[in-house]
């Protein structure tokens, strides 16, 4: 039982590349988040998903598109990256949205560096 | 919108002594809840307690317990018996019910224990 994993773990990418990272969760939750984390401002919401084939925005979902073809993957696509978007992705997921069982459990990160 | 405040940058405390890490919030919901995270050094998120606004009592687990003053909205993380190991970021998180479980979080408090 993997949990929530992320690829890739680092990535360094020029102004204007596309990149896509992936989330993946093997434990059946319906729910999956996408967070940015910057110093000091903690963690935003980019996008979500509350099922399979679905998709909505968050706090700042500028300059991303997602995708969730599959239950348990959920795509986070940079089309044309900028240096703004330099910082560390963590994907979650939950099994519930119920109050008291939304603990969300999250993948290791992906440290995004836009030059 | 919800928006949580925690106003210690950092804290520092001595091992096996107590320590509260503040955290205020703002939300128009009647019901919500709250989280806390910890995030150490290798950069993992971590839950630790949920805290209902309906729930009559503090909730604990273990060494923590959170102090839910519902008047004043705030929601204090206690760690007793402080560790070496508890050296690490924390995050206060709040979640409205029609939100699908979305997370908004606080800017977090890096706590560090000296031996």
């Known amino acids: 039982n993997a949990g929530v994993t992320q690829t890739p773990k680092f990535r360094v990418l020029k102004t204007g590349q596309s990149m896509t990272l992936l989330c993946a969760q093997d434990m059946n939750h319906e729910y999956m988040y996408w967070y940015r984390q910057d110093p000091g401002m903690g963690l935003r919401l980019i996008h979500y998903?509350?099922?399979?084939?679905?998709?909505a925005k968050g706090e700042v979902p500028d300059g991303y598109n997602v995708s969730r073809l599959k239950k348990q993957n959920f795509l986070l696509g940079l089309e044309s990256a900028a240096p703004s978007q330099t910082s560390v992705y963590f994907c979650a997921s939950s099994y519930s949205v119920a109050q008291k069982d939304n603990e969300q459990f999250f993948g290791p990160g992906t440290r995004l560096t836009v030059l | 919108a919800q928006k949580i405040t925690q106003t210690q940058p950092g804290m520092f405390v001595q091992e096996k002594e107590a320590v509260t890490l503040d955290c205020t919030y703002d939300?128009?919901?009647?019901?919500?809840?709250l989280f806390w995270y910890k995030q150490p050094s290798s950069g993992e998120m971590i839950f630790l307690i949920y805290?209902?606004?309906?729930?009559?009592q503090n909730a604990t687990e273990g060494r923590y317990s959170l102090n839910f003053q519902k008047a004043r909205k705030s929601a204090n993380l206690v760690i007793s018996a402080s560790q070496l190991g508890d050296s690490a970021m924390y995050f206060c998180a709040t979640s409205p019910p029609t939100s699908y479980g979305k997370l908004t979080f606080g800017q977090g408090t890096i706590l560090t224990v000296h031996p």
């Open positions: 998903s509350v099922g399979e084939g679905t998709t």
């Open positions: 939300t128009s919901d009647p019901s919500y809840g």
């Open positions: 805290q209902g606004s309906y729930d009559q």
